[in-house]
């Protein structure tokens, strides 16, 4: 497993989200020129497709597990969460995946929202989104996962009301946002069992593949439904498909960024 610079894959959008919040914040008082959105929202997408090029092309070839500590988020009693970046093949692919269709939505949606109101804050959802998405993918443990998806399922309720304007729009955006809850309800039942359970040798998907079967079957079965429950809620899966035929409400770069390239395999993902 080599150490590596995963974090850059996810800090290029994140830096991008808080560049153009920022420069949207400063049009109600100076006019920004709509090229500066643009360049922001187009080039940071490219640097993380860039990175992730770089590395999905050397674990292709050395057959490397990339790898990096951030932090240790905390320590009680027996009990320590890291947070840390894992760069498998899985992920890797998954990566690539999403920074390059994610960089072509991006270009697409520069023409498709050059005459809408909020062009920046519409990117700055945008850039927020892939960074959630990409932690999603990255997470070196599920609770990371845990905040890319969290993150994922708000920049979701945002873009799908990004008419706000309109009752209808609203209205499918608090649909996706409460459908997505009830998923996640059972997706962090059944995360607090599983980190309760064998927590304590390290929540890692490494320390969580070598105790896993230190569960027995029937909890470890509850386990897997109550996971199950939150990728039928991201994934739009029966019954908790509701919200996805109204997803439509929002911007139609949404509906591919979001619904048809992305978020909704994240429930595949997680499940994987």
């Not at 990339?66 to 009990?79: A, G, K, M, R």
Request: aromatic share 16%.
């Amino acid at each position: 497993m080599q150490t590596t610079y995963l974090g850059f894959i996810i800090l290029a959008p994140l830096i991008g989200f808080l560049l153009l919040s920022s420069f949207y914040i400063a049009s109600f008082k100076i006019k920004i020129p709509k090229i500066i959105y643009t360049l922001i929202a187009l080039t940071m997408p490219i640097i993380s497709f860039v990175f992730t090029l770089l590395l999905f092309i050397d674990a292709a070839i050395s057959d490397a597990i990339f790898h990096q500590h951030l932090f240790t988020w905390f320590n009680i009693d027996v009990y320590t969460v890291e947070v840390a970046l894992l760069g498998d093949h899985l992920s890797l692919f998954m990566t690539l995946f999403i920074t390059f269709i994610g960089g072509l939505i991006h270009i697409y949606a520069s023409g498709y929202m050059k005459d809408e109101e909020g062009y920046g804050k519409f990117f700055a959802y945008f850039h927020l989104f892939m960074a959630s998405m990409l932690l999603l993918i990255l997470a070196d443990s599920p609770i990371m996962m845990f905040m890319g998806w969290e993150g994922v399922g708000l920049c979701s309720y945002l873009l799908i009301s990004y008419y706000h304007e309109g009752a209808d729009n609203v209205k499918a955006g608090n649909k996706a946002f409460v459908a997505n809850r009830v998923g996640d309800f059972g997706f962090l039942i059944g995360l607090s069992l599983l980190f309760i359970t064998i927590g304590q040798y390290g929540f890692d998907y490494a320390s969580l593949a070598q105790h896993i079967n230190d569960i027995s079957f029937p909890m470890l079965t509850a386990i897997g439904l109550l996971l199950f429950v939150g990728a039928m809620g991201k994934s739009a899966q029966i019954p908790l498909y509701v919200w996805l035929p109204d997803a439509m409400a929002g911007p139609t770069p949404v509906s591919a960024l979001i619904h048809a390239a992305t978020m909704v395999t994240a429930g595949v993902y997680m499940v994987a």
